[in-house]
């Protein structure tokens, strides 16, 4: 016996989700079947509406409704600095710090000979035509993460844009604040220590 | 800074699944933007589905999109043993095992004083009109989880059915197949005990 139509085709949709395998998405499968119908036709249209409504902003590659998006459009933000991010969620975790009022540039990946993913799979050149028609930019910070592929990202994005003459910097790397040394792993410690700064 | 409108409706509609945080919900929809147009369309469709096209059999409670359930239709089972179970998703698993080969009746929960559960909030005076109107059933096999609320369940269920002189059992409850003795819970240790059989 086999589940009904509905359902079978709920649970192989579910199963196309990162982290969630055939006995997961029978249990959401069935949570949807008893959930509110409103709840279930909202995420049904919001499904819809997250593909259908959202697009990259010509400019920086963020994800937005508007073209180019709030950020590259509020002319009130800092037009001197450009902060690299991998992805563009990233965005949302530097504007949850509040202290950076720079713009952003956001690649979509990092390079990964693994993965066959070259510069050219990258939104990097638009970001050199970005750098080269806004004289206004005058540092490059670079927020790719500290994983081997994010690194030699980094030092590529580095090599490219440095001759220009803008300045090009990386976010520090250490101890997280609030962690215990004991438990730090050998990279981050030879990181902190090596960028050790004097009190 | 916030999300644009279809991702925040995205992210709340994910959070209001089982076990799907903020940062969970978050992942999945950054996800969802880059799936396939296709894939999301169906998941969409399927999400609808299933809160349209699917039904509580009038017979057993099944979850089912034709009625009588195909179960319930099938006149080449045993129409003497009702499988009583909590959820309909417990007939999947019942039907995996391709032993059994009765009816059954699902109970849609368990009688639980905490969550202010009781009988009359469960699929049981149905189960009683069935008994009543086939003479056929000749056993009631109880099939409800074995914690303290599936146990209270399974012992009311006996007690009303009992006396009509249809015969009630209970699954067996011990090691399971393939489990090590030393880490088994004293509670199952102490069922298997109790249930041991004769070689």
Known sequence: MQYPEPIA????????????GQKSATRLAFFTIDMQED??????????????DLHFCSICGNITETD???ICA???????H????????????????KEYHGL???LHGVMSPIEGKGPEDLNISSLI????????????????????EGEATAMYLSRLIKPAGIKVTRLA???????????????????????????
Request: aromatic share 4%.
């Open 39 to 52: 709840d279930v036709t909202a995420f049904s249209k919001a499904l819809v509406a997250a593909k259908k």
């Open 9 to 20: 085709q709920l649970i192989d949709s579910y199963m196309k989700l990162p982290g969630i």
């Open 68 to 70: 180019p998006c709030v």
């Open 173 to 199: 790397h250490g101890l997280s604040v609030g962690s215990d040394i004991e438990y730090a792993d050998e990279m981050t410690l030879f990181k902190a220590v090596e960028g050790r700064t004097e009190m």
């Open 129 to 148: 035509n970005r750098l080269q028609q806004n004289p206004t930019i005058k540092e490059v910070i670079i927020a790719t993460n500290a994983t081997p």
């Open 74 to 80: 509020d002319k009130t933000r800092d037009q001197s």
């Open 82 to 97: 450009v902060l690299v991010v991998e992805q563009a969620k990233d965005i949302m975790v530097m504007e949850k710090m």
């Open 104 to 106: 952003y540039h956001v």
